[in-house]
């Protein structure tokens, strides 16, 4: 079992900065994927940014050049940069490990003037 527990979310204004952050705790050897998530009230949840034990990552379009995700043994990062409103979500941490998918609790980014 792979428990994750986010932080980090919060409020800020348009064009502002957050960083997230996960810790994976439990089996975390051979996790072979960490990355996050986001669901906006009334929407599906969506891929922001991923990474893998190799250090390839792949990021949504909507926000190539503003996120960046990193990670350092098991804890996996996303520096959030120019937010915008439509950023605004429940932020979600995910890790694969041997093809079984974990999820973190969540946390809320809202991007609001």
């Known amino acids: 079992q792979v428990q994750l527990v986010e932080s980090g979310g919060g409020l800020v204004q348009p064009g502002g900065s957050l960083s997230l952050s996960c810790a994976a705790s439990?089996?975390?050897?051979?996790?072979?994927?960490m990355g996050w998530y986001r669901q906006a009230p009334g929407q599906q949840r969506e891929l922001v940014a991923s990474?893998?034990?190799?250090?390839s990552t792949a990021y949504a379009d909507s926000v190539k050049g503003r996120f960046s995700i990193s990670r350092i043994k098991s804890t996996v990062y996303l520096q959030m940069n120019s937010l915008k409103p439509e950023d605004t979500a429940v932020y979600f941490c995910r890790a694969v490990r041997y093809a079984v998918v974990y999820w973190g609790q969540g946390t809320q980014v809202t991007v609001s003037s």
């Open positions: 990474t893998t034990s190799d250090g």
């Open positions: 439990g089996s975390i050897f051979s996790i072979a994927a």
